[in-house]
């Protein structure tokens, strides 16, 4: 699953990225998007957000129907739907258990999009049913708090973190601080005269 601490850290680009990477690398990728509220990945992929996960969820609707090609080869969506008014309690359902363990049958990656962990308790419900969590922050910007909450709470609920990806972070920015820091710290000697 991706997901990040607050909104707008870029978690839904990342994943797509990912997705498209692994299957350009070979594998069977399928991307699921659970972020009910705020669904993104129909857009990228350009296909219609009907028959989706809250209409397999809540309907005896037809896996086949609900898995879609993306146009990109051994890459897969399953889109949202309609946005259903009990999101948290349809990702915690038994049914999504089982589809889970239906679909590890047939792709090799399954990605989740989610919402982020502190906004709503939706990511924190599907937590314990994958098998690990990439956290998305954005460079700058994400709070040191915030990004310690999310790892609290993912840690309460024995949810295992693969790593972070930190979005646009400024690499000459950084280089200059470290650059800067290192001059100070090792330039002077202990009489204050310069040393190489």
């Not at 200059?176 to 290192?182: E, I």
Request: one cysteine or more.
């Amino acid at each position: 699953m991706v997901t990040s601490a607050l909104p707008e850290e870029g978690k839904s680009a990342t994943l797509c990225n990912l997705a498209v990477t692994l299957a350009q690398a070979g594998k069977t990728v399928l991307i699921v998007d659970s972020d009910f509220r705020r669904p993104t990945q129909h857009k990228i992929f350009k296909i219609r957000n009907i028959n989706g996960l809250t209409n397999y969820l809540t309907s005896e609707m037809e896996l086949k129907a609900l898995v879609k090609e993306t146009g990109i080869p051994k890459l897969y969506l399953i889109n949202v739907g309609p946005v259903p008014p009990n999101p948290a309690e349809l990702l915690g359902s038994e049914k999504m258990g089982n589809l889970i363990e239906s679909l590890k049958q047939w792709f090799d990656f399954i990605l989740f999009d989610s919402p982020p962990v502190l906004t709503v308790s939706d990511a924190m419900v599907l937590g314990p049913k994958i098998d690990g969590i990439i956290l998305v922050v954005w460079g700058g910007k994400t709070a040191k708090d915030a990004l310690k909450q999310a790892k609290e709470r993912l840690d309460m609920l024995k949810v295992k973190c693969l790593g972070v990806v930190i979005n646009n972070l400024n690499i000459q920015e950084h280089d200059y601080y470290h650059m800067h820091h290192h001059y100070h710290y090792y330039g002077e000697g202990k009489g204050g005269e310069k040393t190489t």
